[in-house]
């Protein structure tokens, strides 16, 4: 079992910066993707980035040039700097955890909600 906490979430003005954070825990192992989605009101959830435990990214072309995923190993944690954000990058942010065999984790949630 794994369990996503994550946390950072809030109200920025448009052109502001956030940055989420998600630690994982419990039967973590390796190779795996650490990443987000988010979910707009009344829209399907939409992929946002990801990062393996190798290192490789992957970013939607919503976010790409905006957003940075990172992510530290050691702690289990991936990390989303949101900068230049604007009112359509409101959502409810998820961060995911996938194995190497395929299973999936996901969190809670964080708001984010960027105002004009």
């Known amino acids: 079992q794994v369990q996503l906490v994550e946390s950072g979430g809030g109200l920025v003005q448009a052109g502001g910066s956030l940055t989420l954070s998600c630690a994982a825990s419990?039967?973590?192992?390796?190779?795996?993707?650490m990443g987000w989605y988010r979910q707009a009101p009344g829209k399907q959830r939409d992929f946002v980035a990801t990062?393996?435990?190798?290192?490789?990214?992957n970013y939607g072309d919503a976010v790409k040039g905006r957003f940075t995923i990172s992510r530290d190993n050691a702690k289990n944690t991936v990390y989303l700097q949101m900068n230049s954000l604007k009112p359509e990058d409101t959502a409810v942010y998820y961060c995911?955890?996938?194995?190497?065999?395929?299973?999936?984790?996901w969190g809670q949630g964080t708001q984010v909600t960027v105002s004009s």
């Open positions: 419990g039967s973590i192992f390796r190779p795996n993707i």
């Open positions: 995911n955890y996938r194995s190497g065999r395929g299973s999936q984790t």
């Open positions: 990062m393996t435990s190798g290192g490789t990214t």
